[in-house]
């Protein structure tokens, strides 16, 4: 590891519906988002996380898994979407009309 003073301190976050996993590690200047999440052992403590499918950010934005980190980061791991949101928008209109009716 590399002198304490030069790493930086980030998070990793992957949230389900009723909790939250979050790793806080320090890293390596230069180290990228997958490169952080690998170091973290979020893949080994979620085994249904694969970075080929799920999408990840920092603070909301997404990112890709070669962008690099900087002090402070808080990288999440978004999980699947389980409904394309224009089909639940379309199933709440016909729900909202239902009970309009």
Known sequence: MPDP????QVEVVYALAGSAHIISLQVAPGATI???IEQSG???RCAEIDL???RVGIYSRLRQLDDSVID??????????R??????????ARKQQALSH
């Open 42 to 44: 979020m893949l080994q």
């Open 5 to 8: 003073q030069a790493c930086l």
């Open 72 to 81: 402070g980061d808080r990288i999440e791991i978004y999980r699947p979407l």
């Open 34 to 36: 997958r490169e952080v």
């Open 52 to 54: 080929k499918k799920n």
């Open 83 to 92: 409904l394309d949101p224009k089909e639940a928008r379309r199933r709440r």
